[in-house]
C-alpha cells in the first residue's frame, strides 16, 4: 500500500482519515473485500481494504468517478455493507 501511494501522489495520512471516517462504504462482491469511498485533495478515491476485530489493512487506493462507483452499485458489484 505504502508503494501504490506513494507512485500515485496520495498522502498516507489523508487514506487513513478516509478509511476511519468516511461514511461511504459498500462490499465488493467479486474480490469479498470491503471499499471505502472519499475524496483526497480534489479526487475522489476509492480504497479497497480488509478489517478483522483488531486493524483494518488498506490493499490499494485508485482514483475514480460518481459513474463508476454508480455503475458498479447498479450491475451489484458493490452492495452496501
Known amino acids: 500500500m505504502k508503494y501504490r501511494a506513494a507512485l500515485r501522489g496520495f498522502d498516507l ?4 482519515d478516509i478509511v476511519r471516517y468516511s461514511a461511504e462504504r459498500y462490499l465488493d462482491t467479486e474480490t469479498g473485500r470491503q471499499i471505502v469511498i472519499g475524496h483526497h485533495n480534489q479526487k475522489l478515491v476509492m480504497i479497497a481494504y480488509e478489517a478483522n476485530q483488531t486493524s483494518i489493512t488498506p490493499i490499494t ?13 447498479r ?3 458493490y452492495t452496501l455493507e
Open 75 to 77: 450491475t451489484r458489484r
Open 13 to 16: 495520512d489523508k487514506i487513513e
Open 61 to 73: 487506493i485508485h482514483a475514480t468517478t460518481r459513474q463508476q462507483i454508480r455503475f458498479r452499485i
